[in-house]
Nanobody
């Protein structure tokens, strides 16, 4: 059983920063996300869900949507249990519910199928 839990959302001023966390848990031997991709998505009010950034398994490459490249950064902890999304220079249009997701594959893009999803964390920028 795999579970993803997002945290770190909240309110921020335009130009400010937030760091979102995605904690991965599962039953041994799937207690880390090793061998899987992890990605962040968001859904803005009345907009379709959009992919933002992801990281491939095994210290693989990171990938970003053009819309957030240079402002958002994805990182991970060495234990392969937590992935972070650092949001910088926030804009009001970044207001959205942010989700992390995991895919049962080692190499991904933001357009692949993701098998596991968290419940989301709200970010509001004013």
């Amino acid at each position: 059983h795999v579970q993803l839990v997002e945290s770190g959302g909240g309110s921020a001023q335009a130009g400010g920063s937030l760091t979102l966390s995605c904690s991965f848990s599962g039953s041994y031997p799937y207690h880390t996300y090793s061998g899987r991709c992890i990605a962040w998505f968001r859904q803005r009010p009345e907009k379709e869900r959009e992919g933002l950034a992801g990281i491939s398994a095994g210290n693989g490459p990171t990938f970003y949507a053009d819309s957030v490249k240079g402002r958002f950064t994805i990182s991970e902890d060495n234990a392969k249990t937590t992935v972070y999304l650092h949001l910088n220079n926030l804009k009001p249009e970044d207001t959205a519910m942010y989700y992390c997701a995991a895919a049962d594959r080692s190499r991904c893009t933001l357009f692949d199928t993701y098998n596991y999803w968290g419940q989301g964390t709200q970010v509001t920028v004013s």
